[in-house]
């Protein structure tokens, strides 16, 4: 079946614009992560949800991002007034949840620029 | 200090040798642990996990965790160059919270 997909895969914005990330999860998970993977580093948790309740922003880095997954299927990482600092690849993945909620799926992620 | 370190190498190996490949952590409270595959280019993908401590053996990967010494391992036997890739290793306290990764480790196998 498929996987998680994620749009667009490449975004390159200008300093200060606003960019929404979307994910679509596998069919039937009822949660889903936002990570933020660093070139040579591991994916770096940010937020997630259970069904469209957001369980957890508290990887947040400030207050310019936010999420939402509004019927608890696709979500969207906006980032307000980007900054050259917030480039990078953001990642998506889901789960069942519950007890098999340690295994997530990750999509291919967006690779955003910020110039 | 971080939550999971884990050595970046890059580790290159001949074809057909046995890899280890380790973590070790600091938060007692994890207690699933798990290793990811990630190939150029692309997104992780769940290699294995382990529920607390002891080994789990899948074809020719073993995981192994010791919780006495908050370290755990991976191993790959008769490694094939279609391995060479970064392997991540990642934990979680509860089931369906955020995974803690280490910053990975690249891994080239050579024909």
């Known amino acids: 079946g498929a996987g998680v997909s994620q749009s667009p895969r490449y975004k390159v914005t200008k300093r200060g614009q606003d960019v929404a990330l979307r994910c679509d999860p596998i069919?039937?998970?009822?949660?889903l992560y936002w990570y933020r993977q660093a070139l040579g580093q591991g994916p770096e948790f940010l937020t997630y949800f259970n069904y469209e309740a957001q369980q957890d922003k508290s990887g947040l880095p400030n207050d310019r991002f936010s999420a939402e997954r509004p019927e608890g299927s696709i979500s969207t990482l906006t980032i307000q007034r980007t900054e050259q600092r917030d480039s990078a690849m953001y990642r998506c993945?889901?789960?069942?949840?519950?007890?098999?909620?340690?295994?997530?799926?990750f999509g291919p992620g967006t690779r955003l620029t910020v110039t | 200090q971080k939550e999971v370190e884990q050595d970046p190498g890059p580790l290159s190996v001949p074809e057909g040798a046995i890899v280890s490949l380790n973590c070790t952590y600091s938060?007692?409270?994890?207690?699933?642990f798990m290793w990811y595959r990630q190939y150029s280019r692309k997104g992780p993908e769940l290699l294995m996990y382990t529920y607390s401590s002891g080994n789990k053996e899948d074809g020719r990967f073993t995981a192994q965790v010791d919780k006495s010494s908050k370290y755990i391992s991976l191993f790959i036997r008769d490694s094939q160059p279609s391995d060479s890739a970064t392997y991540l290793c990642?934990?979680?306290?509860?089931?369906?919270?955020?995974?803690?990764f280490g910053e990975g480790t690249q891994l080239t196998v050579n024909p």
């Open positions: 938060n007692s409270a994890f207690q699933y």
């Open positions: 990642a934990m979680i306290p509860t089931s369906g919270s955020r995974l803690t």
């Open positions: 993945a889901s789960s069942l949840g519950g007890l098999a909620g340690y295994e997530q799926y």
């Open positions: 069919s039937g998970h009822v949660s």
